[in-house]
């Protein structure tokens, strides 16, 4: 088992380029959760995914935020414009039946919007 | 609405010393609590969780019970390793999918 994979590990770009975080999640599991990780706001759901469909998305931030499932073994974080304030560490989790077995977290993002 | 409350760090330590990091929460009905450890570079891992009042989770030498009276879930270890150097975060759940996380404390473990 290789764990949630996501890529890229870092990414550096400059404000107002769009940025495309991806999500593998474990094999098997049927919910999946981007979170942020900020020194000031701490971890922040952004979005909840169930059987590929977005159930919970209140914690996105604005507009600029969108994320996909087009499928159980994949999704995406898409940041367009990024700015700098969304400068954070991204984490993908994934789970099966819920919390009965926790969440397994990917090792993250670092995005660094300049 | 639900809030987790963790002691603020960072918290350092000697090897073998005894490690407490305080957790309290605020929720409408009876949520789940958990632990989650963080290396550094790496994501959560969950490390224990209990699921109602007077439970008691465990896992690698960490021990925490739900304690409804006081709304708290107190995690101890009575021997840390340099090993354990990490970040704990408290987490909670009334849905049995969105969990609620403290701040995090910082912990480093000194040979």
């Known amino acids: 088992d290789a764990g949630v994979i996501q890529s890229p590990r870092h990414e550096v770009t400059e404000m107002g380029q769009e940025v495309t975080l991806r999500c593998k999640p474990i094999?098997?599991?049927?919910?999946l959760f981007w979170y942020r990780q900020t020194m000031m706001r701490g971890l922040e759901l952004l979005i909840y995914?169930?059987?590929?469909?977005?159930?919970?998305d209140s914690g996105m931030p604005e507009d600029r935020f969108s994320a996909k499932m087009p499928n159980a073994s994949f999704s995406t974080l898409k940041i367009q414009p990024s700015e700098p304030r969304d400068s954070a560490v991204y984490f993908c989790?994934?789970?099966?039946?819920?919390?009965?077995?926790?969440?397994?977290f990917g090792s993250g993002t670092r995005l660094t919007v300049v | 609405g639900n809030s987790v409350t963790q002691m603020e760090g960072p918290v350092t330590l000697s090897e073998e010393a005894f490690l407490t990091i305080n957790c309290t929460y605020t929720?409408?009905?009876?949520?789940?609590l958990f632990w989650y450890v963080q290396y550094p570079g790496e994501g959560l891992q969950l490390l224990l969780k209990?699921?109602?009042?007077?439970d008691k989770g465990s896992n690698k030498g960490f021990e925490a019970t739900y304690r409804k009276e006081t709304t708290s879930f107190h995690l101890e270890k009575g021997s840390v390793q340099v090993s354990d150097s990490a970040v704990y975060f408290c987490a909670l759940s009334e849905d049995d999918y969105k969990l609620s996380f403290g701040a995090g404390t910082t912990v480093t473990v000194r040979a």
């Open positions: 995914f169930n059987n590929n469909v977005p159930i919970d």
């Open positions: 094999s098997g599991h049927n919910s």
């Open positions: 209990a699921t109602k009042a007077d």
């Open positions: 929720a409408t009905g009876y949520p789940s």
């Open positions: 989790a994934s789970s099966y039946q819920g919390l009965n077995y926790g969440y397994t």
